[in-house]
């Protein structure tokens, strides 16, 4: 079992930045695959990045690439994630997962945060 606590949402105004933490309690963090994700009012949940166990490979939603950084901190069981130039279709809950695969897919994640909330004003 693993335990997922998202921290560092708010309200930024565009172009600016956040940096979104989640921090991991439970069975050994360095042996999931990480990601984060999120729903704006009235739509889906959609995948926004995912790094592997190791580190060593990432992926991020075209709309976000270029803009933001997933990373972890295997010594601190801590997931980041790095927004800068936010704009307002940022606005969204942010939730970490855990899961065995770092793919684009919510189901393959097993473990979920109650995230946090980031508004961008414009």
């Known amino acids: 079992q693993v335990q997922l606590v998202e921290s560092g949402g708010g309200l930024v105004q565009a172009g600016g930045s956040l940096r979104l933490s989640c921090a991991a309690s439970?069975?050994?963090?360095?042996?999931?695959?990480m990601g984060w994700f999120r729903q704006a009012p009235g739509k889906e949940r959609e995948f926004v990045a995912t790094?592997?166990?190791?580190?060593?490979?990432?992926y991020y939603a075209d709309s976000v690439r270029g803009r933001f950084t997933i990373s972890s901190d295997n010594a601190k069981n801590t997931l980041y994630l790095q927004m800068n130039s936010l704009k307002p279709e940022d606005t969204a809950v942010y939730y970490c997962?855990?899961?065995?695969?770092?793919?684009?897919?919510?189901?393959?994640?097993?473990?979920w945060g109650q995230g946090t909330q980031v508004t961008v004003s414009s």
């Open positions: 997962a855990a899961g065995n695969l770092a793919t684009t897919l919510e189901r393959s994640y097993y473990y």
């Open positions: 439970g069975r050994t963090f360095n042996r999931y695959a």
């Open positions: 790094i592997s166990w190791s580190g060593g490979n990432t």
